[in-house]
Structures are given as C-alpha cells and as structure tokens.
C-alpha cells in the first residue's frame, strides 16, 4: 500500500491540479451528494423515519419540504434516499416516480410519465380510461402482486410542486393524496417547493387530504459554520486522492485561504446577503477556475475578484457600452425624472430637455438630428433601459409614446463615472440640470 | 497579440490558431474557456453571457466550440418560433438525425428530456455538451417553464450538458416570479474605440496601403462613434463610403499622404450617410446610386423620404385642420379662425406654461366637428359638406396619417387624432401656401 503510494506521489504538478478540478468541479456543478447534509441533521432523520415507514412498513404518507431556492431541499431528499436504498430489502422493492412541474406541466404528461416510470407501458397497452383516477388506479393495482403485503411502495417526488397546484382541477394532486390517504398501496408523496403559502393554493378538497406535514430548511448557519462549510467544499479527500502530497498541500492552502483577511471579508458580505449553496457554489467555482498549473492553488486575491464579478451591476455595465448620444438622452431623462418627480415622459420631452442643454453650448458638437435621436432612443427601447408604460397602446406616435426608465439615480452616476473618455461638459450636466 | 489562451485541457496549437481569430476577445475567450475546464470535466450548469450587440458574444462561444471541436448545439431563438423546433434542432445537433423522429408532434418538455435521457447513454460522450441559445431574451415569450428548465437542465437530465445563453438585455429582466436556478453571469464589454480602430482596420482594400485605410477609419470613426459603436454597422459604413473616399486619389488630384485634404472631401458625405443610410432610410444600393447622381446634377435633393406624400388638395387641408385641431387648445379657436372674436387680453391669452405644450405631449383627440369647422375656415374656397370630404377622412385614417379613437362602429360623433409630425405637415402646408406656425399656439 504505501509502495503505490509512494508511486504515485510522484504525478506531474498539471495532472494533479486536473484531478483535483474534476473532483471539485463535480462537487461545484453537478451537486455531488455530501457524505453528510450540513446543519439539517434534524431534517434530515425527521424525513427519514416518515420515508422508511413507507418503504419497510407499507403506511402510507405525504409530507412538504419547502425551504428557498438553494437551500438544499434536493440535497435533503437524495442523501435520505441514498441511505434508504443501502438496506437491501427497501432497494428491491421501492418504487419511486420522480416528476418536475417544470416538465410534466399537465397532468395528462404527468399520467404518462408516471407509467413510464413504473415500466408498465405494456401492462397499459391500448386501454381507454374513463378518468384519470381510474387511470392511477389501475396503475397502482399493477403493482400488487396478491395479496396486500407484497404489494410494492411507491414513492412520489413531485418537485416545484407549487406548480402541480397550477393544473387543471388538480387532479393529479387530488388522487396521489387520495390515494395516499386511503389503505390501498403504500404511497408516499414528497412535494419540493420554494413557496411557503404553497397550502393556500391547494383546493379544499385536496388540501384536506393531505398530511399537513412539512419540513421546513430554513438556514440556521452560523458565519463560523458557514466558514466550515466553505473549507469542507474546498477540501480534498486525504484517503482517495492520488496524489498525496498534493492533497497535503491543497488543504493546506485551502485553510490557509479561509482563514485569509480579505476573503473572510469577501464571504461574510456573501454570508450576509444569502446564505444558499448555490450562490456559493457559483462563487468558489469561478474561483477555481483560475487555477492552473504556474498558479496551483486558490489565492485569496482570486475569491475577490470572483466576488467583484458577481457584486457588480449588470445595469452598469450595459450602460458603459452605449454611444455618447445614448448617454446624453439618458441624462436628459434622469433630469427629466428629477423635475417632474418620476412621471412617465415621451422621446419629445427628452429630446427638448437635450436641447436645452446644446444650447447652453456654444459649440454645436452633438447637434443630431431627431432621426438620429429617435434611433437611438429605440435602441434603449430595446435594450430595455426604458420601458413603454402602457404596451398596448402602440397606436400612438412612435415620438409620444410615455415610457419611464428602469435605472436609479446612482446606477447613472456609476456609469458616468467608468465611461471611458465621457467629456467633462456631459458629467457636469449630470450633476446638475443648469450646468 | 498581448495575451494567449492557455489551457491544459486543450492542444496549444489550436489554441493559438483561436486567439488569432479572436482579436480583443482574448480575455473574454480565456475566462470563458477556464468556466469550460477540460472537455471531461463537469462545467456549470448554465452561463449566462450579456453584452451589446455584435461585441462578438456568439462569435467567441462558436470559434470556441468549433475550433475546438467540442459537441454543441446551436439555436438561434429567432428562428425557433416554437419550442418544438429547439428540441428537434439540439437532438439533431448532439445526437444525429435518428433521434429527432422519436419526437413527437408538438413535444412537450418532458419529452425532450425523456427523449435526451435515453439517447445519452447510447451515445455516451465523455465531454461536456454544450447548447448554446442565441438571442436568449425572445425565451421570456416562450413557454414559462423552458427559461426555468434550460437554466437547471444539467440536474434535470443527469448528463454533462452546459446551456451557454447570449443575450443583449440584462438578467435582472429574465427573472421569473418564483425565482429559478441561477446562471454563472458574464459580461462582454464593448470594444473600445482603440479596438475598433484595430479590427476594423483589418479590412483593407486590396489596391491600398495599409495606412490609408486605417486613416480612412479614425476619419470614419471621428464621425460616427459618438452615435454609433456597433461594429457591424460601422463596417457597414465603411465598405459604403471607402470608394468615394479614394475618388480624388484615383483622379490624381490628391497624394494618399495628404489626409488633410482627404478629409475634407469626405466628411460632408460621411455626415449626409448619418442622415440617411444610418438610420436605414434607404439601402446601400439606393445610396450608391445617389452619389452617382449627384455627381451629374451636382445637387443633392432632400433625402427625407416621407416628406412625399401627394395628397388630393382638399385632404391636405383636412390634414391641416386636424393637425390644429390636435396641437391646439380648444379654446383658442375663436381667437384664430373667428374674424370678429372680441376683446381677448393679450397677457392673459399668451400665458402658458412649457409643462403644457403640446408639441411635448402630443396630440390630443378631437371631435369631427371640430375638424369640419377649422376645415371651413381654413380654406380659402367655399366647400360642401359632401360625401367626398368625408370619404377623404377615412382614407386619411387608413393612410394612418389620422387616427380613430375608439371602436370603429362608432358612427356619430367619432374622435379623431392626428398622426403626423410637424416637419412633415409644414411641408404639405408649404404646398398649399398655408403658414401653419402663425396659427399654432404652441409657436405663438
């Protein structure tokens, strides 16, 4: 063993920075399944239990796991089921049918999906159902095999299920908690949403028969927690990673890092704006990007800049790509909002507001015509920095129509700002309308 | 070149040959190809790449994916009106053409997720897919749930799948209501005037130097980059121009390194091509033949095209008098179109805020009546009432030069608006020798 060790040890520096990338952006991307969740232990044997007594037991049950986007309601659900299907038993006879209201958008779909996935394409053949509960019905009964101990579990997870709620009638909604209710097979049905009135939109009669569970993944991290988490993301496997001394090395640079001024800085601002995985996944992905072979590890200077990408403002930067003329006549329309306290206003209003400002030039450098002007007030249109008031009435003259604008105050100043050669008489008139 | 793509996953050879078709990209390709990793590895589920038109997003991912031969997809949302046609284009792309007739018609999402999953294991790639989605804001107004499910698509179908989305608006307007998963944001900047000058200068004319054209460009440049940074318009405007441009060095008149001089032969053409060809007003080809024109009648004539419009004489003046009708208060009718309208105070009369000018506001509806009798004063003839005058109405509003308010079958008392600017009713007023602006009140 500590011969191969040895051995291996030895791996140019490139391809085990490789290494180390493939395994970490795994982790990063494709939401590899921790060993073990992170501060959801509770959660987590809580949903445990409930599934178990579905996939051993045979009770039948529905339960909601509502928590906000990135808080690893999904995460939950695989690590539990992962550790249900260890017990050999649970693995051969569970069925479990995993649909999405971002795909099964209705319930006829959804119906299909849910033979496919049970593999009873054949068993249903060319059968005409009268309703849809007939329909699951008969699918269920499929399952039996005999007598009613034999008879498989079924596990439903309907993710986004907020939008299960959007069906017609919301039968399918209504006969899975039916059905869940009822001593037939042993159904468990998961709902994952990021809504938490997610009941208000049940109708009575579906909202009845469900179990009125929920689990709720409501973040509790500490900032020193959060840091673990960061560390742990960042770490490598000390037991399967080749290349041991560069294990050694990368975790502990990554310790090193974490406990970096600027960076500590860098997540606390993160910590205090959300606290989801995601977003700190996508920040610690675009930080290890940067490494490479003549730059081995993660330099705090690197999280840093990944965090300016993300902190700066979209808005901004569209705006620093636009002609001075754009420019002119976005100003115009700042004084505009100004004056008349954020009423909406029409290319004419912008295009005299401008003009009084060319006249208070003496030279006439920026003197466009109103073809020229309406162009360019078409293409903010387009871009949608200004934003038609009523879209329907497009009868109007293109000239007259009211539009308001869709940036503040210090977005502008921003961008005035970074624009590159912005000639000083544009940023006076930006600060004042009588410049 | 001050920078190089570099990347261990990919050959260096190629890599060279990708930064030099990529001028002023380089950093942008380099951070993008770094997001990508090795063609094995995991990339992020989704990018979402935002920046202004023709600053070489789809150019940069697509020198990218071909060059280096990765498998990817291309679709344009332009072209695919329906979801459908997206799905059977990114099988079709990813996995040959057997697959796309497994789609059914109109496919629904999950059938080309169900569709894509059993395809990927029979044709497993060991490099990350990429689909890429041009003109991505046109998805806000597709199906709902596509945006939601391209962001995620890498979880839903369980494949190293990256959807690279290119748009010119920014993310904060794709957000839906509920929130969804959230893509790795990248900004491609502009090219600076310095890049342009470089990458425009790369077009030369085989029969010149080097040098000239790029002078003819910093001429080009000085004219139009404070309206225009669009390089493809700007080499638009270029290959138009260049020729009358070389006119002088051709007849000998001029030396190439007299730039001065150059100079000033082009810029009034240059500045008369913002006026019209800039704003599409006419075709290349239209304005090739125009400067051919003008060199035999010497006289440029006004380009303005819609300030040609023949009217039939009476339905100029109708025009007349809705353009009144509309700009002016009502109440200032007496004032104008009564001879004999009394005692008005003067200070009173003209005391107007700016606020309410209706050259600002715009047009403001007004009841046939009215027309009818602005018209009768306006004219200098005496005019029936006739069927005719009523027929010229309604053919004024399918000319759009009026429009109705309200519902169509509305029969009595109609409202009416007019619809044209004020350049373009002075020049019909000019035609009938009517001074508008003495009888506007906005101008008084």
């Given amino acids: ?435 | 070149m001050a920078a190089c793509l570099q990347h261990t996953g990919y050959d260096q050879e190629r890599l060279l040959h990708v930064s030099d078709k990529l001028p002023c990209r380089v950093f942008q390709a380099g951070t993008l190809l770094s997001l990508m990793g090795e063609p094995s590895q995991y990339s992020y589920p989704s990018i979402f790449l935002y920046g202004h038109r023709s600053t070489g997003k789809s150019h940069v991912v697509s020198t990218l994916l071909q060059e280096l031969e990765l498998p990817h997809a291309t679709v344009s949302c332009v072209e695919c009106v329906s979801a459908g046609l997206m799905f059977e284009r990114v099988l079709l792309a990813l996995f040959g053409p057997d697959t796309t007739s497994l789609l059914p018609r109109s496919p629904s999402l999950s059938d080309f997720v169900r569709i894509y999953r059993q395809q990927c294991p029979q044709s497993p790639a060991n490099q990350t897919r990429f689909i890429v989605i041009e003109k991505a804001e046109l998805l806000r107004d597709m199906d709902a749930n596509l945006l939601p499910v391209l962001l995620r698509l890498q979880e839903l179908i369980e494949d190293n799948v990256t959807v690279i989305l290119l748009s010119e608006i920014v993310w904060d307007q794709f957000r839906p209501n509920t929130g969804c998963f959230e893509p790795l944001l990248l900004h491609f900047p502009d090219y600076s005037k310095g890049d342009l000058q470089q990458i425009l200068s790369q077009d030369i004319h085989p029969s010149y130097s080097a040098e000239l054209y790029s002078a003819f460009i910093n001429i080009l440049l000085g004219v139009f980059y404070s309206v225009c940074r669009d390089l493809r318009e700007l080499r638009h405007l270029a290959a138009l121009n260049f020729s009358k441009f070389c006119e002088p060095l051709k007849e000998g008149k001029v030396k190439e390194s007299d730039t001065h001089k150059l100079w000033r032969n082009i810029e009034p053409h240059l500045k008369k091509a913002m006026q019209t060809v800039y704003l599409r007003e006419v075709s290349s080809v239209q304005w090739e033949e125009l400067q051919m024109e003008e060199k035999e009648s010497g006289a440029m004539k006004g380009l303005s095209a819609h300030a040609h419009v023949e009217l039939p004489y009476y339905s100029k003046f109708l025009l007349i008098a809705a353009y009144l009708a509309s700009y002016n208060p009502a109440r200032t009718d007496r004032r104008f179109f009564l001879k004999h309208h009394g005692k008005i105070r003067k200070t009173n009369f003209l005391k107007k805020h700016e606020k309410t000018s209706n050259h600002l506001l715009g047009p403001k509806p007004f009841p046939l009546d009215r027309l009818l009798a602005i018209f009768y004063s306006v004219v200098d003839s005496r005019v029936a009432p006739t069927a005719s005058i009523f027929s010229q109405i309604s053919s004024l509003v399918t000319l759009q030069l009026l429009t109705q308010l309200g519902h169509d079958d509305q029969l009595d008392a109609p409202k009416y608006k007019c619809a044209v600017a004020l350049d373009f009713i002075r020049a019909i007023s000019r035609t009938v020798n009517f001074d508008i602006v003495k009888y506007l009140y906005d101008f008084l």
């Fill in chain 1, 1 to 435: 063993m500590s011969k191969r060790k040895a051995d291996d040890s030895h791996m140019p520096i490139g391809e085990s920075i490789s290494q180390a990338q493939t395994l970490l952006r795994e982790r990063l991307c494709h939401q590899r399944l921790p060993t073990r969740p992170e501060g959801v232990a509770s959660q987590h044997k809580h949903l445990l239990e409930l599934l178990k007594r579905t996939a051993v037991h045979g009770e039948s049950n529905s339960v909601l796991i509502v928590g906000p986007r990135g808080s690893g309601k999904t995460m939950l659900l695989r690590c539990v089921l992962a550790e249900l299907l260890t017990e050999a038993d649970v693995q051969k006879t569970l069925l479990q049918v995993h649909l999405n209201g971002l795909l099964q958008t209705d319930d006829r779909i959804a119906l299909k999906e849910i033979t496919r996935q049970l593999s009873l394409e054949n068993v249903v053949g060319d059968k005409v159902f009268g309703s849809f509960a007939e329909n699951l019905a008969f699918l269920l009964e499929a399952l039996k095999k005999g007598d009613r101990s034999s008879s498989r579990p079924v596990l439903f997870i309907l993710d986004e299920f907020d939008l299960f709620a959007h069906h017609k009638n919301q039968t399918l909604l209504y006969n899975l908690l039916d059905v869940s209710q009822s001593a037939q097979t042993p159904v468990a049905v998961v709902g994952l949403t990021c809504r938490l009135d997610v009941l208000e939109l049940l109708e009575k009669r579906v909202k009845s028969r469900f179990s009125h569970r929920q689990i709720h993944l409501l973040s509790s991290l500490t900032f020193s927690q959060y840091l673990q988490v960061v560390r742990a993301q960042l770490q490598l496997p000390d037991a399967t990673f080749p290349d041991s001394k560069f294990c050694h090395d990368w975790n502990a640079s990554v310790k090193a890092l974490c406990e970096d001024k600027s960076v500590e800085e860098v997540l606390q601002r993160q910590f205090n704006s959300t606290k989801d995985f995601r977003s700190l996944h996508r920040l610690l992905m675009v930080s290890l990007c940067r490494v490479s072979a003549s730059n081995p590890t993660i330099k705090p200077a690197d999280l840093v800049d990944a965090s300016r990408l993300f902190s700066a403002d979209s808005k901004t930067n569209i705006l620093h790509g636009l002609s001075i003329l754009e420019l002119c006549l976005i100003i115009a329309m700042k004084h505009l909002n100004d004056i008349y306290d954020r009423e909406p206003f029409n290319l004419q209003m912008v295009y005299n507001e401008f003009k009084k400002f060319l006249q208070r030039k003496s030279h006439s450098m920026y003197n466009f015509d109103q073809p020229v002007v309406m162009k360019a007030f078409e293409h903010l249109q387009q871009l949608e920095v200004i934003r038609p008031v009523d879209v329907a009435a497009t009868r109007a003259q293109r000239e007259y129509q009211l539009v308001r604008l869709m940036l503040d105050h210090t977005q502008i100043m921003e961008a005035l700002q970074k624009y590159p050669q912005c000639p000083t008489d544009i940023k006076q008139w930006a600060d004042s309308a009588f410049a």
